[in-house]
């Protein structure tokens, strides 16, 4: 609780005066509200009670500014509710649509504020200004070229489950790669795979090209080419995609515990220190780490298994397994290697 000064009338100093003085002159200076140092003891520690709309000195107590600028809104709410209902502003822009959120849509329903049906005059009038807001929405080609790639966009990170974050992400650098002119005798598609894929890698979020390949509509080769060109058009920092990052993903879909994850971790890290990684891919190694973890827990799962999770073949998997057991067969795995 914030402490005032005592009010009480006392015999005062000279040095008392100035400090009332600057007092007065702080509080009535327009950018008193500014102020980071108090006036009366110097120190820095003001704290801002807005219920009061003061600023007050945590060390002496000492009432800095008794009437700041409120800049939230005139209502008052208590629950979620009540704020999500009295709330008048709209939905915050978004880089999910061709023009942010920003546009206004005409109700299809024919119906008046009340709920009333419409006069019929007015539904002919309703419906054109509906059939030309459609249009106004995307004016030239380059809004009806992003339109559409943003909803594949969209489509296919639904498919993945990929949050919205890493979609934001996507379309950020679809549209830089628009701008750029990145899409002269490309299609839409494989430019927008490849974007979604590069955020992926960006963010962390693992999924492999045969995974995009499958809720594209484009092949594997395509977005693979696509991507190495906007990645090197656009001067993407990517890193190399860490096996460990899909052993959540392969575990979880698997049924198997935290005890096999860690496992499979210690696994990728020792075949790692083994130089095993080089020129294979992290999906495999994963798939390959899950394997080899399960049968050492007691937790056997078959390569078929395995492969249909990881979404690769079974001899891949088998390989991979093969590698990594004469690695591990003489070695004690421990968490520091």
């Not at 419409?118 to 009806?144: K, Y």
């Not at 696509?226 to 090197?232: E, L, N, S, T, V």
């Not at 078959?302 to 979404?311: G, K, L, N, R, T």
């Amino acid at each position: 609780m914030v402490q005032r000064p005592n009010q009480t009338a006392e015999k005062t100093s000279p040095n008392d005066t100035s400090a009332r003085s600057e007092r007065r002159r702080v509080e009535e200076a327009p950018d008193a509200s500014e102020r980071t140092v108090c006036p009366e003891c110097e120190s820095a520690s003001l704290l801002r009670d807005g219920d009061q709309h003061e600023v007050v000195c945590g060390e002496c107590g000492l009432v800095v500014v008794d009437e700041t600028i409120d800049y939230g809104p005139e209502w008052r709410a208590f629950t979620e509710a009540e704020r999500e209902d009295r709330s008048r502003a709209g939905a915050p822009t978004t880089e999910l649509l061709h023009d942010k959120g920003l546009t206004t849509t005409i109700d299809w329903r024919d119906r008046d504020a009340a709920g009333r049906m419409i006069e019929a005059g007015q539904r002919d009038r309703a419906r054109r200004l509906r059939m030309w807001q459609q249009r106004a929405q995307v004016g030239d080609a380059r809004e009806r070229n992003l339109r559409q790639a943003l909803g594949e966009l969209s489509r296919m990170a639904s498919a993945l489950g990929v949050p919205r974050s890493v979609q934001e992400i996507a379309s950020t650098l679809y549209q830089e790669a628009l701008d750029a002119d990145l899409l002269r005798g490309r299609s839409i598609e494989g430019i927008a795979t490849a974007a979604l894929y590069a955020a992926c890698r960006q963010e962390d979020v693992p999924r492999s090209l045969d995974e995009l390949a499958r809720v594209s509509r484009v092949d594997r080769r395509r977005i693979g080419r696509a991507y190495r060109y906007i990645a090197q058009e656009l001067e993407l920092a990517i890193e190399p995609i860490d096996p460990e990052l899909f052993l959540p993903r392969f575990c979880s879909a698997l049924e198997l515990g935290e005890e096999t994850r860690r496992e499979a971790q210690l696994i990728v890290d020792v075949t790692a220190e083994e130089g095993l990684h080089s020129g294979r891919s992290p999906v495999s190694i994963a798939a390959a780490a899950v394997y080899l973890a399960a049968r050492r827990c007691g937790r056997d799962r078959s390569q078929e298994e395995v492969a249909d999770v990881a979404q690769v073949t079974v001899p891949t998997v088998r390989h991979r397994y093969q590698e990594q057991a004469e690695v591990v067969s003489d070695r004690e795995l421990t968490a520091d290697g």
